[in-house]
């Protein structure tokens, strides 16, 4: 912030302005963000017409926290300070699913079981990496 000459109110601001933006595009696009299904039906209907999703964990780096405490939840384990998010795309590279953020020492698997765990994906081609090969059959059909 010094280094733009700008206040951390000012960044606040900026940073509201910007999601409000984000989220608007997003929306406009028919991607879910941070959507959070009641139940199979809900899930169903927002994938109608959607035969391959393509899931994966992101991360987005950030400055590593002043306290100890906050390093250790923000490390990724790859020598930076992390956030992550659950995204779904389909076969065509269209977003469809933006997940919420968490602590970059997170695995991508417990992101997945916190948002998904109740789903199923019958009828989908449901491609994944590696981190998430523990993944049982009823949560995911087909592995890239």
Same mark, same amino acid.
């Given at each position: 912030m010094a280094l733009f000459n700008v206040d951390?109110? &000012?960044?606040?601001?900026?940073?509201?302005? &910007?999601?409000?933006s984000l989220k608007a595009a997003l929306k406009a696009q028919d991607v879910f963000v941070n959507k959070?299904?009641?139940?199979?039906?809900?899930?169903?209907?927002?994938?109608?017409?959607?035969?391959?999703?393509?899931?994966?964990?992101?991360?987005? %780096?950030?400055?590593? %926290?002043?306290?100890?405490?906050?390093?250790?939840?923000y490390y990724s384990g790859k020598k930076r300070h992390t956030v992550k998010m659950l995204m779904m795309s389909d076969s065509k590279k269209r977003i469809l699913y933006v997940g919420k953020l968490w602590s970059g020492s997170i695995h991508d698997i417990t992101i997945f079981k916190n948002e998904f765990s109740w789903i199923n994906f019958r009828g989908k081609r449901t491609h994944v990496d590696l981190d998430f090969k523990v993944l049982k059959v009823s949560y995911v059909t087909h592995g890239l």
């Open positions: 951390i109110s &000012t960044v606040s601001d900026y940073l509201k302005i &910007t999601k409000k959070v299904f009641k139940n199979q039906s809900d899930f169903d209907k927002a994938f109608e017409g959607v035969e391959d999703l393509i899931i994966d964990g992101t991360e987005i %780096p950030i400055q590593r %926290p002043d306290n100890q405490k906050g390093q250790q939840g």
